[in-house]
Nanobody
Framework: QVQLVESGGGLVQAGGSLRLSCAAS????????MGWFRQAPGKEREFVAA???????TYSDSVKGRFTISRDNAKNTVSLQMNSLKPEDTAVYYC????????????????WGQGTQVTVSS
């Protein structure tokens, strides 16, 4: 059974940093995209970042230059280093894997974690 488990969320002041991690189990995803999405209260889930099997990265404009996605295929994990955090980054962050098609679309991802809360205070 495939399972994705996120960790590393929490409360941080604006300008601070957090590192999210996601561990996948049940099968290897080393040949699949892995990605991060987020959902703020009252808003739709949105794309944050993704990394291909050969470590090509894609970011949303809102996080480009502040967030860095990375993966460890040996450990079946993906991480998101978040720097210079802003209050508008407050959301539940979800990791996902096995994308087919446009990676920015939530409907194109096959597996999701349960999410981890990130709260940025001003």
């Amino acid at each position: 059974q495939v399972q994705l488990v996120e960790s590393g969320g929490g409360l941080v002041q604006a300008g601070g940093s957090l590192r999210l991690s996601c561990a996948a189990s049940g099968r290897s995803f080393k040949f699949h995209y892995m990605g991060w999405f987020r959902q703020a209260p009252g808003k739709e889930r949105e794309f944050v970042a993704a990394i291909s099997w050969n470590e090509v990265t894609t970011y949303s404009d809102s996080v480009k230059g502040r967030f860095t996605i990375s993966r460890d295929n040996a450990k079946n994990t993906v991480s998101l280093q978040m720097n210079s955090l802003k209050p508008e980054d407050t959301a539940v962050y979800y990791c996902a894997t096995e994308s087919a098609g446009v990676i920015q679309r939530t409907t194109n991802w096959g597996y999701w974690g349960q999410g981890t809360q990130v709260t940025v205070s001003s």
